[in-house]
């Protein structure tokens, strides 16, 4: 099921078919650099990851896989995450390392967070970034959020970005 478009983009819920491509993105050390996350033993596990993911029965929204309209390829994932321990909105995206530097990941990440202030009505959404991480960062920073602390990124120094639904 389709919940958004942009003009490249189709940005959908999970799906088994998505396994293969989540399997062969999440295996690639430099995608996982700054994330914390471990790869998939194999397309099973991405499998069995896909079909336990409840943030959307739960909360009405999630992460969305990310396929390019043109042909459909698996590009990575991007969407909204509720963290019912902080009473937080996360905004968060991955996306294949042969799919880098080609605007798709500002282009998913601007979509969702207008998704979520538009559609969702929510008041605050943030961003997380291990430091390190300058195209993260930079991408947060194009879509308008703005730096609001440091913290602790499973040991490593991070930052949170936020950005507010300011209602007129």
């Known amino acids: 099921m ?3 478009e942009t003009a490249r983009l189709r940005l959908t819920v999970f799906s088994e078919k998505d396994a293969e491509g989540f399997f062969n993105m999440n ?3 430099e995608v996982l650099r700054y994330t914390g996350d471990l790869p998939f033993e194999n397309i099973e596990a991405a499998k069995a990851f896909i079909l336990s993911y409840d943030h959307y029965q739960k909360y009405g929204y999630g992460r969305w896989t990310i396929r390019r309209k043109s042909d459909n390829v698996y590009l990575g994932f991007c969407g909204l995450k509720y963290h019912s321990d902080m009473q937080e909105v996360d905004l968060g995206y991955r ?3 042969k799919y880098w530097g080609k605007g798709y ?3 998913a990440a601007r979509v969702c967070l207008d998704y979520g202030f538009k559609i969702l009505k929510i008041d605050r959404i943030i961003g ?3 430091i390190k991480n300058k195209a993260s960062i930079h991408i947060l920073e194009k879509i ?3 730096f609001l602390k440091e913290f602790d990124f499973d040991g490593q120094l991070g930052v949170i970005y936020e950005k507010n ?3 007129t």
């Open 144 to 146: 308008g959020m703005q």
């Open 27 to 29: 295996n690639n050390p």
């Open 128 to 130: 997380r970034s291990e």
């Open 95 to 97: 996306l294949d390392r």
């Open 2 to 4: 389709t919940i958004i």
């Open 105 to 107: 990941a500002t282009e």
């Open 165 to 167: 639904n300011f209602k």
